[in-house]
Every structure is written in structure tokens, then in C-alpha cells.
């Protein structure tokens, strides 16, 4: 299908633009660019097109924009399947934007062998509208005492490796990881916290947590752990991307580690960039998330971070959870939050706050983790897959979890007020989501 998109506001991460114009997308790509309104006959002629060959539409303004890449999605396929499935899953990401879901290996059992990595594919390909590319553990089992074999789950799929929130406590077993991750040119992906510290914590320490009765981990243990990871990063050599970095305190390693030229990246959920710890205020089990909500300070922190380039991706985090799970006392739920449907009204906030450009979201949503992957999407420049979302930044609307397309709905945006909704969704210029 050869499709038109004329009127469009594109925004464009590569270039940091943002501005009006028209696109082409033919045989699955994108097939060329036009600014402003332009001669559209004539620029369909220098494509060898005309008019009736073509299907046409007028974006009347909204934004279109490369699709998202969501590094870090929980699928719980296989062993939790009533929580989430790669259908639901795919469901929830193209109605949020989302071209691409870049899942998470801590299912029951763990993605540690070819064989179940090869199962999980198959499923993601039958079932879900969206592009699925599938993280291995870096650990048999996750246990964080043997890796699992890098190069053959490399050849059967595997586009990263990481323990999830299990923190290899062990230096030597992940030291040993991350060389022959190294030698393979794969890449790690982990989760900077001290295990000791921040066990059973339910919130960040302080003043809050501390009048709430809730057992807390200080700020300075996503410091401890970014700091040893980024000492073994410098001793192997290894690919690194930090799955969360939340607070102020760990900013001055990453960016060191960065200047000093260790091959080093780092993303942020959008719940931490949106929300703070006071938004757990009457011990509200959807706010608890790993880690923790942070200070306000820290927030503003990690935006600034964000705009200036220092941390590279935002991703939803998502982690379905189910009612039995959530309804407990704060400190027995378990933690996380759907997020893929709600990533970018989230991120919107930013943009509606003056924190930060389109371009700029859509370089830490898209553009950055497309390239950490080595993929091709995340821009819009002629050659790119046409993985695209068309939204309206401005429409307003209330949040109401039962309209999510997830399984579960454990979304903390429930019955808030957001602004912007995603028009349709396109992969390899195909529509697999489209507002009714």
C-alpha cells in the first residue's frame, strides 16, 4: 500500500525539528519527505505517482512521529499469562503508539535457553500487531551464579541480556558476564541498585517515608550499584545500559563514565519522570513501582537529564500486575505499573509543561533506543521502516483504567487528567491501530 500523509506536523528526533509537511510511505518504508503544504501533485510526480495511485490523508496538523521503542515491557508468557498476554500486550502498544516492544526475560520460567526464547518469539509473532524483540536472562534462572549461553541465545533472537530486577550480587560470576558479553558485542542491560539496601524498601527514604511508616532505601544505593557496574563496564569493555536511573546522586558517575568514553547508556520510566513520592500519599498500592518514587528534586533532576541528553531513554516500564496482587498493605503489593497505552499522554505532560520539546521526547522514546538496538526505525529519513504514530498533542481527556487494552490494569493515571491521543499507529506501513 502506497499511503500519503500530507499536513502533517512531523517531528523529526534525528533533526530536532518539528514542523509541518508531508510524508510517503510505499512497500512497508518510508519513501520520501516534502515540507510545508507543497505542490502535492508534483511531488507524487517526482515519486512516478499520481493522485489515484495513492491513498491520501490529511493529518489537519496533528503530529506524526517515528514510533515509540519501549526497552523494558513485561510479557508474562509463559507461567502468568492471566496477567498479560503477548495479544493484550500488542493490543495495549499499538493503541499507545508503540511500534516496538522490547520485552523483559522474568517470566515463569525465565528466557535462559534457546528453547524458550525460541517459544516466546513464535507466540509474540502470532499474537501481537506490533514489532516484539525478546531479552534473554543474563543468568540461568536469574539466580544471578551461572550465565546462560550468550551466543546461542544471540543466534536464536536475543537482542540484549539482562537479570531484571535481580541484581547480580556476585562481581565475579558478573564480571565473567560481561566479558564474554564483550566478545560477542552483546549487550548487558541491568538494574543499578545495591540488593542489600534497597531489600524490602516500599519507598525512598525521608521525611515521608518516614511519618508513613514504610520501610525505605536511600537514594545513594542506585549510586552504589551504578557505581560498581560502571568499574566492571571500565575493566570489560562491555556494551551497558542502565534499565532505571531515578535520582540526582547518580548523575555525576553516569556522566563521568560517559565522558570517559565507556560505551554506557541509561534510561528512566515515565513514572518516574511524571511522579513523586508523594503521590503514594494514603499508602496507594498503583504507585508502587521499582524502585521507588522518588523526591521532587530527583524528578526535575531526571528531566533536565533527559533534555540535555545525559540519560537516553524513556521507556513505560511496564508491569502488569493483577488485582489480587495490588489489593494488599503497601508494603506486601507487588510493585510495578502497566504503562504502554499510557507512555505517551505520560510523556506529554513534559512537553504541556515546557520541560521538553517533541523532538526531544521523541528522541529518548524512539530515536535512542531504536539505535542502542542497532535498529533502523525510530526516524523519520527516507530508507526507515514506516513505523509511525499519528497523535493529537492537545485533546484532553480522563483516564479510566477499564478502557485499557492490558489485562491488567494497574495504571497509577487512573482518573487523571491528560492531554493528547494517539490518532493510529503504523508498522512497516501498515495500520494495526486506529482511533474510533
Known amino acids: 500500500?502506497?499511503?500519503?500523509?500530507?499536513?502533517?506536523?512531523?517531528?523529526?528526533?534525528?533533526?530536532?525539528?518539528?514542523?509541518?509537511?508531508?510524508?510517503l510511505v510505499r512497500d512497508g518504508a518510508i519513501a520520501a519527505l516534502g515540507a510545508g503544504g507543497g505542490d502535492i501533485p508534483g511531488f507524487l510526480a517526482a515519486q512516478g505517482l499520481t493522485e489515484e495511485q495513492v491513498e491520501i490523508t490529511d493529518a489537519r496538523g496533528k503530529c506524526l512521529a517515528p514510533g515509540i521503542v519501549d526497552i523494558g515491557v513485561k510479557v508474562c508468557e509463559p507461567g502468568e499469562r492471566h496477567k498479560e498476554s503477548?495479544?493484550?500486550?500488542?493490543?495495549?502498544?499499538?493503541a499507545g503508539g508503540v511500534t516496538t516492544m522490547v520485552t523483559r526475560p522474568d517470566t515463569e520460567p525465565a528466557i535462559d535457553t534457546p528453547e524458550v526464547l525460541e517459544f516466546v518469539r513464535r507466540r509474540a509473532n502470532e499474537a501481537a500487531p506490533v514489532n516484539v524483540l525478546v531479552m534473554a536472562a543474563l543468568t540461568k534462572g536469574r539466580a544471578g551464579?551461572?550465565?546462560?549461553?550468550?551466543g546461542f541465545l544471540m543466534d536464536a533472537g536475543a537482542v540484549a541480556f539482562?537479570?531484571?530486577?535481580?541484581?547480580?550480587?556476585?562481581?565475579k560470576v558478573l564480571s565473567r558476564?560481561?566479558?564474554?558479553?564483550?566478545?560477542?558485542?552483546?549487550?548487558?542491560?541491568?538494574?543499578?541498585?545495591?540488593p542489600g539496601l534497597s531489600a524490602g524498601a516500599a519507598a525512598t527514604s525521608g521525611k515521608f517515608a518516614s511519618l508513613r511508616g514504610l520501610p525505605a532505601v536511600s537514594p545513594m544505593a542506585e549510586r552504589m550499584g551504578l557505581d560498581r557496574d560502571i568499574a566492571l563496564i571500565e575493566m570489560t569493555g562491555a556494551k551497558y545500559h542502565a534499565d532505571q536511573i531515578t535520582t540526582r546522586r547518580a548523575l555525576p558517575a553516569l556522566a563521568r563514565a560517559k565522558r570517559n568514553g565507556l560505551d554506557i547508556t541509561a534510561g528512566i520510566s515515565i513514572h518516574h519522570l511524571t511522579l513523586n513520592e508523594f503521590d503514594v500519599a494514603d499508602y496507594r498500592t498503583f504507585f508502587k513501582v521499582k524502585p521507588p518514587l522518588r523526591a521532587e528534586e530527583?524528578?526535575?533532576?531526571?528531566?533536565?537529564?533527559?533534555?540535555?541528553?545525559?540519560?537516553?531513554?524513556?521507556?513505560?516500564?511496564?508491569?502488569?500486575?493483577?488485582?489480587?496482587?495490588?489489593?494488599?498493605?503497601?508494603?506486601?503489593?507487588?510493585?510495578?505499573?502497566?504503562?504502554l497505552e499510557t507512555l505517551l499522554p505520560a510523556a506529554l505532560r513534559l512537553y504541556h509543561a515546557g520541560h521538553l520539546t517533541l523532538p526531544q521526547l521523541f528522541r529518548a522514546m524512539a530515536l535512542n533506543p531504536a539505535r542502542r538496538l542497532g535498529l533502523a526505525s525510530g526516524r523519520l529519513a527516507v530508507g526507515a521502516p514506516a513505523d509511525l504514530v499519528l497523535f493529537d498533542a492537545d485533546?484532553?481527556?480522563?483516564?479510566?483504567?477499564?478502557?485499557?487494552?492490558?489485562?491488567?490494569?494497574?495504571t497509577p493515571f487512573d482518573g487523571a487528567r491528560m492531554q493528547g491521543r494517539v490518532l493510529a499507529t503504523l508498522v512497516a506501513g501498515k495500520a494495526v491501530y486506529r482511533r474510533p
Open 145 to 150: 551464579r551461572e550465565m546462560t549461553e550468550i
Open 1 to 23: 500500500m502506497t499511503t500519503l500523509f500530507t499536513n502533517a506536523r512531523l517531528i523529526d528526533p534525528e533533526a530536532g525539528t518539528d514542523s509541518i509537511g508531508h510524508l
Open 298 to 339: 530527583d524528578r526535575q533532576g531526571m528531566i533536565e537529564a533527559v533534555a540535555e541528553g545525559l540519560i537516553d531513554v524513556i521507556c513505560s516500564m511496564h508491569t502488569p500486575q493483577d488485582e489480587e496482587s495490588k489489593r494488599r498493605p503497601f508494603e506486601e503489593a507487588a510493585s510495578g505499573a502497566v504503562g
Open 177 to 194: 558476564a560481561l566479558t564474554y558479553a564483550r566478545s560477542l558485542g552483546a549487550l548487558v542491560i541491568a538494574h543499578p541498585q545495591d
Open 86 to 94: 503477548y495479544r493484550s500486550a500488542g493490543l495495549a502498544a499499538a
Open 162 to 171: 539482562t537479570d531484571c530486577d535481580h541484581v547480580v550480587t556476585d562481581t
Open 395 to 410: 485533546v484532553p481527556f480522563v483516564l479510566d483504567r477499564a478502557t485499557l487494552q492490558s489485562k491488567s490494569r494497574n
